[in-house]
């Protein structure tokens, strides 16, 4: 089936504390993205990747991290995690560029449910 | 702001009726997209309409593109309860790089049995 995989689904964790959320696609797309989504917020871009070790940042990067050492793979780091990235993330992915004039919908995860303390 | 702006915010009907939502944007679009959101769950997505097709049809679904006036609409027919979910656009924006989508905030839609 093809699919988003993200891991964990549900988190808590103290400031901090070093998390990586995973993010794994089996349809052999070339485009990646992180969100995060707040209660009254649309979704908001945290990074992107538009093939491997080809990554930048989207709307809110601060805090965060990503690599793209293969192309089924994007993990979401973030190093010293604090209150406010308390969210729900999603990792989705395409066959490429939503603004590609070939651009193709979205392919979402899950979600992971991260709370900070 | 470059994201998608739903309207209604709120949208509640029976079953059987017609639900349709709109959404506005501000900026030149290479395309706009719809997804579904069941409540804290991921997104599906429902259509991609391109900046130079007018309408698009995909089962119960019809979309509508006015590039003149940046709008879209969605149209479900026949609701179901199943429907119930938030309804969210995403413009594509031209201008930005390649990598962008502008996610709104959604219509909620609740279909009453």
């Known amino acids: 089936e093809a699919q988003v995989t993200q891991n964990p689904r549900y988190l808590i964790t103290v400031t901090g504390k070093k998390l990586t959320v995973t993010c794994s696609q089996n349809?052999?797309?070339?485009?990646m993205s992180w969100y995060r989504q707040d209660p009254g917020l649309g979704l908001r871009q945290i990074y992107y990747?538009?093939?491997?070790?080809?990554?930048d940042k989207g709307d809110v990067p601060e805090g965060y991290k990503v690599s793209r050492k293969e192309k089924r793979n994007f993990p979401l780091i973030l190093e010293s995690p604090s209150p406010n990235q308390t969210s729900l993330y999603f990792c989705?992915?395409?066959?490429?560029?939503?603004?590609?004039?070939?651009?193709?919908?979205?392919?979402f995860g899950a979600g992971s449910r991260l709370t900070v303390l | 702001s470059q994201q998608g702006e739903e309207d209604p915010q709120a949208l509640s009907i029976q079953e059987g009726e017609n639900a349709t939502m709109n959404c506005s944007y501000k900026t030149s679009i290479n395309n706009l997209q719809w997804y579904r959101q069941n409540s804290g769950r991921g997104l599906v997505h429902l259509i991609l309409i391109r900046s130079n097709e007018r309408e698009k049809h995909s089962g119960r679904l019809r979309v509508t593109l006015d590039t003149s006036k940046k709008s879209s609409s969605l149209l479900i027919t026949a609701s179901r309860a199943a429907d119930t979910a938030s309804y969210i656009c995403?413009?594509?924006?031209?201008?930005?790089?390649?990598?962008?989508?502008?996610f709104g905030r959604g219509t909620q839609l609740t279909v009453w049995p």
């Open positions: 990747s538009m093939n491997v070790e080809v990554t």
């Open positions: 995403a413009p594509a924006d031209r201008g930005s790089t390649l990598g962008r989508l502008y």
């Open positions: 349809m052999n797309h070339e485009y």
């Open positions: 989705a992915s395409s066959t490429t560029s939503p603004g590609n004039l070939k651009a193709n919908v979205l392919t």
